[in-house]
């Protein structure tokens, strides 16, 4: 069932797409820059700058999953607002079609008859 809600939020909408662009920016970077900064320090014969690359690499990665990390906990938090709201909306629908039978059915008692039923009293079991 889909609903016509407005969507809400929308800056924090923005900021979780801000950090996911962010963060896919920042691993492409870090794709380019570290191999050639390695390539560059083995090259030289520097170990210490090869450890300063790899640590540079490792950091871009992490920054790199901390970021999408981030922005997929924003989308989550809002994808369960959005289906709060929506589970509030079906279940005051339901309430609302629930009171009309309710009133229907009480209707339809007070005549003395509810539907499904015979007037008069039982009568005994005949085998």
Same mark, same amino acid.
């Given at each position: 069932?889909?609903?016509?809600?407005?969507?809400?939020?929308?800056?924090?909408?923005?900021?979780?797409?801000?950090?996911?662009?962010?963060?896919?920016? !920042?691993?492409?970077?870090?794709?380019?820059?570290? $191999?050639?900064?390695?390539?560059? !320090?083995?090259?030289?014969? !520097?170990?210490?700058?090869?450890?300063?690359?790899?640590?540079?690499?490792?950091?871009?990665?992490?920054?790199?999953?901390?970021?999408?990390?981030?922005?997929?906990?924003?989308?989550?938090?809002?994808?369960?607002?959005?289906?709060?709201?929506?589970?509030?909306?079906?279940?005051?629908?339901?309430?609302?079609?629930?009171?009309?039978?309710?009133?229907?059915?009480?209707?339809?008692?007070?005549?003395?008859?509810? $539907?499904?039923?015979?007037?008069? $009293?039982?009568? $005994?079991?005949?085998?």
């Amino acid at each position: 069932m889909t609903l016509a809600i407005r969507r809400r939020y929308a800056l924090l909408r923005g900021l979780g797409k801000v950090l996911a662009g962010t963060a896919w920016a !920042a691993l492409v970077v870090t794709l380019v820059v570290t $191999p050639v900064g390695l390539a560059r !320090a083995v090259l030289g014969g !520097a170990s210490e700058e090869i450890w300063e690359w790899l640590r540079y690499g490792l950091s871009g990665t992490v920054f790199f999953l901390y970021g999408l990390f981030l922005a997929q906990a924003i989308e989550v938090v809002l994808a369960i607002e959005e289906n709060t709201r929506q589970a509030t909306f079906v279940l005051e629908k339901v309430a609302s079609l629930t009171q009309q039978v309710r009133d229907r059915l009480g209707e339809a008692g007070s005549h003395g008859t509810v $539907p499904g039923e015979s007037s008069g $009293p039982p009568g $005994p079991n005949v085998a």
